[in-house]
């Protein structure tokens, strides 16, 4: 054989061969399972965070990680089923975006890596053994949502120092975090000598049958709780509230940004790029066992001027001091 027929057929070998290499390699890609409550369009710039926290620890969606998505769209009981085929998927490590997802891929396995996002503490819940050393398969990040409650009542009653009633809004379906709220909320309510009235909404109108009653009781104040799905609802929230003249406090800034009155909690975006971290940490081979749980230690204060303004309310000049953030 001639050399230069040698060399033409050597190259039409590699080509007929690179192609699949490349999709060897491609498929080789580590993928990730992303089990999430809510919906794409409400989590963008969570995502955002996600990723850019997958970028600092040398992942980039696409070019060496595969991200699988799995959203609930605010119906829980789909967690067991969108957990049980992303251990089919054989993912390498599963991101659960609130203690519920997270219970439904401890359910699901016990091998692949789970790092979880949760309002609550997840000692006392039971997904880790202890912060230091989860233990198992599961850590991630916890952003005191509840343990908060006390403070954001007394940053309420500092912004409306009048305010003698005050609804609590809570979404009985997730179980545990409507448990802790109750209790710690209720708690720092009698410190500060301010009557609480629960009320429950699971659904859109439920929602309105919440604000109809608060509006018929004539409630100073409202109390969000923490819930992945009034966070989906978020704007109808803050529309509610400001239609029928409550002042409200919510657990995020998102809520603010809404159009809410003010928020205080940690920043779900901080604990959204820890969680990409602590992800690309695990593909790099990293276990779960030995990364101890982080606790969010950057927490926002966020007022919104202009719905202060129209709710008639003066914003004291000590909580405009000490806000993070005024939305005018």
């Known amino acids: 054989m001639r050399r230069r027929d040698f060399i033409t057929l050597l190259g039409g070998a590699a080509s007929a061969v690179w192609p699949h ?6 498929g080789a890609m580590p993928v990730i399972g992303f089990l999430h ?30 991200i699988e998505y799995r959203w609930a769209d605010n119906q829980s009981d789909r967690f067991p089923v969108l957990a ?9 490590v599963i991101v659960a975006g609130n203690s519920s997802a997270a219970f439904a891929a401890k359910g699901a396995t016990t091998t ?10 997840p000692v006392g819940l ?12 599961l850590t991630g990040i916890n952003w005191f949502a509840s343990e908060l409650s006390a ?10 120092p009048g305010a003698a009633r005050v609804a609590l809004l809570v979404e009985p ?31 859109t109108r439920e929602i309105e049958t919440a604000f109809a009653t608060l509006a018929s009781e004539r409630t100073d104040a409202l109390f969000v709780g923490s819930s992945s799905f009034f966070n989906a609802r978020r704007v109808q929230l803050a529309h509610w509230a400001t239609h029928h003249r409550v002042p409200a406090t919510y657990p995020a800034r998102q809520y603010v940004e809404a159009g809410g009155l003010m928020s205080y909690g940690g920043s779900l975006t901080d604990a959204s790029r820890q969680m990409g971290v602590y992800t690309g940490r695990i593909l790099k081979g990293a276990k779960p066992a030995d990364l101890p749980v982080v606790q ?11 719905t202060a303004r129209m709710l008639g309310l003066t914003v004291p000049a000590t909580l405009l001091a000490s806000a993070d953030e005024v939305i005018e």
């Open 37 to 66: 409550p809510a919906s794409p369009e409400t989590q963008t710039e969570r995502l955002r965070a996600f990723r850019q926290g997958l970028k600092d620890a040398g992942f980039i969606e696409g070019e060496n990680v595969t």
């Open 151 to 160: 403070k954001r009542l007394e940053l309420l009653r500092e912004l409306v």
């Open 173 to 203: 379906a997730n179980v545990r975090i409507t448990e802790g709220t109750v209790r710690d909320v209720e708690a720092a309510a009698r410190a500060l000598g301010l009557q609480i009235r629960v009320l429950n909404a699971n659904t």
């Open 112 to 121: 692949i890596p789970i790092v979880f996002t949760s309002p609550e503490d």
């Open 84 to 92: 049980a085929g992303l251990v089919r998927r054989q993912v390498a």
């Open 21 to 26: 290499a490349a999709r060897a390699q491609q």
């Open 296 to 306: 969010s230690s950057k927490f926002e204060l966020v007022i919104n001027a202009q």
């Open 126 to 137: 039971g997904l880790v053994a202890s912060l230091a050393r989860p233990d198992g398969n």
